[in-house]
């Protein structure tokens, strides 16, 4: 079965993000994907405007996901 998981593209949309989250997490479950892989394949389908917000939350923490 192949997953095409959605994009997120928008800036400040919280209801656009909680549907992207919760389609990806059907596909996490289907998957059987752990929490760390969860972190990569979402961050991967993180486009645009999201994407930027992820490159600079990923700078702000260290290892552990522990606020620097």
């Not at 928008?10 to 972190?39: D, H, T």
């Not at 991967?44 to 992820?54: G, P, Q, S, T």
């Amino acid at each position: 079965m192949k997953h095409k998981p959605p994009t997120f593209t928008r800036g400040y949309n919280p209801e656009g993000a909680v549907n992207w989250l919760e389609e990806v997490e059907i596909i996490f479950e289907a998957m059987g994907c752990s929490e760390e892989n969860k972190v990569t394949l979402g961050a991967y389908v993180l486009r645009e405007e999201a994407n930027h917000w992820w490159k600079n939350a990923r700078q702000r923490l260290g290892a552990g996901g522990a606020v620097i």
